[in-house]
């Protein structure tokens, strides 16, 4: 999947450490200090126990899919050239999950809980974290 | 505080359609200005009776559609006592139904007025594309899933790889619901249609075959609810709100809790509790059918079967037209129309079945439907129970 002209995240508060980590190929997730549960997505109020201490922890960036598709029509213009390609739910081991892309497997290799970890790809401004099946050259 | 029994819908309305579209090129507020009108005249009663706007949609943004009550009233020359317009996706009329039998009993409005319309079809104006990668959306619209049918296909997915739920099972649903449409003349899709032609059909957004997806049509609907005091002398018999309730659980389907188990499971049980009646006695289901998947959860959820039976439950055509559980008797959001937000339409059908008034596709002593909308990816639910004397 090429990533010239997709649509890129727009950072904001919540998000800036995020993205910035992925640049980093580091994939941060937060941790509430309180009540030790991890977030994703990034936001400034604990959404279990609204504590406000909440720190930023990387993830070991491996998990599972937790369910997927294969788009056989692009999710907009810029990913008409891309199919069929997977996007997945990925449930990392930390207990959140995140949107991502399934990639260097054939996508009809994609299954429900298969095991998966994190790839960075970088794509102009952003780096985006991906996933591959877990275990394979990268 | 229960509602039961607090309003009654007296009056509906909606549009005639020509292969999905709206006739003569007519404007969004065109078409809800007839809805509306047809309401009014259904209940026997007049635009100035009205004192409740509740208005829902997506037409008109950026723009005069930013605040959809305050326009269509200004349209229509309205000045209400009470007005919402909660924006809840395809089930925010059910809330709708449920906020002004509320706003009834409490003593502030008397005659509401539920709207909605779109011309999307018309316009060409639905698209897959994501959602501005802004807020929330930037970190899934990057990914490039396909919006919705990417979400509903997620939670197909999982629910098959749960509970071994086939693809025939929901091509049974698309079967089923074509069936009634083909004795609605009003459907947008009335061709005959067997499981292979929807397991034939191209895949969209794997395991959601096109046939498993709602059509994209225009469409207009209105109701008219009134206090049990104005629906005494109403032109029709009312149809009384029994129970009501609403729930959302996720906006994006990342934060969905399980994708198996809708909010339907809330709102379902707020709704069944206030009207004081068990599954057993509802003789008409209308279940939102944006995809065949999400009917499949949504009977689920609602209790009508337990969890992962759904595929068994709507097997051998069993919400078909002759099967004992009649559902989506109009021909659904997969065969009848589906103007983007398609709640209302359920509310239209429902009151006409408990009315008699469906002709070939009539539920025989119709006393007692349920009308489950489900709006957004899954993500917001709102469950209204019917009832005539």
């Known amino acids: 999947m090429t990533d010239q002209n997709k649509p890129m995240p727009i950072p904001d508060g919540d998000s800036n450490v995020f993205w910035q980590g992925c640049k980093e190929n580091k994939l941060l997730i937060q941790k509430c200090s309180d009540c030790s549960k991890h977030i994703f997505y990034p936001r400034i109020l604990c959404p279990n126990c609204f504590s406000e201490k909440i720190e930023w922890v990387e993830s070991t960036g491996k998990g599972k899919v937790y369910s997927y598709t294969i788009a056989r029509r692009g999710g907009g213009p810029a990913f008409k050239d891309d199919v069929p390609y997977a996007v997945a739910l990925i449930q990392l081991d930390e207990g959140v999950r995140m949107f991502s892309n399934i990639i260097n497997a054939d996508v009809e290799e994609v299954k429900c809980d298969m095991a998966v970890e994190v790839v960075f790809v970088d794509s102009g401004e952003f780096t985006l974290p991906k996933f591959q099946p877990a275990g394979i050259l990268k | ?389």
């Open chain 2, 1 to 389: 505080m229960s509602i039961k029994n607090a309003a009654a819908i007296v009056g509906v309305g909606d549009v005639e359609l020509e292969k999905g579209k709206v006739k003569d090129g007519q404007s969004v507020l065109q078409i809800q200005a007839i809805a509306a009108k047809r309401a009014l005249e259904d209940a026997g009663l007049s635009k100035d009776d009205v004192d409740g706007i509740f208005v829902a949609g997506l037409w008109g943004l950026p723009g005069v559609g930013s605040f959809p009550s305050v326009i269509l009233s200004e349209y229509l020359g309205i000045q209400p006592k009470y007005t919402d317009s909660t924006q809840i996706g395809g089930s925010a009329f059910e809330a709708h139904v449920g906020h002004a039998a509320a706003a009834i009993k409490s003593g502030l409005c008397e005659v509401a007025l539920v709207l909605y319309g779109s011309t999307q079809r018309s316009e060409k104006s639905r698209t897959l594309a994501g959602r501005p990668p802004v807020l929330t959306a930037q970190y899934e619209t990057p990914f490039g899933l396909p919006s919705p049918a990417g979400s509903y296909a997620m939670a197909a997915a999982r629910h098959m790889h749960q509970y071994g739920t086939k693809p025939e099972h929901l091509a049974e649903i698309a079967v089923a619901t074509r069936k009634w449409a083909q004795l609605n003349p009003y459907a947008t899709m009335r061709d005959p249609l067997s499981i292979d032609d929807v397991l034939n059909s191209p895949m969209i957004s794997d395991p959601l075959h096109l046939l498993d997806c709602c059509l994209v049509t225009d469409g207009a609907g209105a109701l008219v609810i009134v206090s049990p005091e104005r629906a005494r002398d109403c032109r029709k018999k009312p149809v009384w709100i029994l129970g009501q309730g609403e729930s959302h659980s996720h906006w994006s389907i990342q934060a969905m809790p399980d994708l198996t188990v809708t909010s339907a499971a809330q709102s379902g049980k707020t709704a069944f509790e206030m009207a004081g009646v068990t599954h057993d006695e509802i003789d008409v289901v209308q279940i939102y059918d944006s995809f065949t998947i999400t009917v499949l959860l949504t009977l689920e959820s609602l209790g009508f079967c337990k969890p992962g039976e759904g595929g068994d439950f709507i097997s051998n055509q069993r919400t078909a037209p002759g099967g004992d559980f009649p559902m989506n008797t109009n021909g659904g959001g997969l065969s009848y129309a589906h103007p983007g937000m398609y709640g209302i339409f359920l509310l239209i059908e429902a009151v006409r079945q408990l009315r008699g008034e469906c002709g070939e596709r009539q539920v025989k002593d119709a006393k007692l439907s349920l009308v489950n909308g489900t709006g957004g990816t899954l993500s917001s639910t709102s469950v209204v129970i019917l009832g005539r004397d």
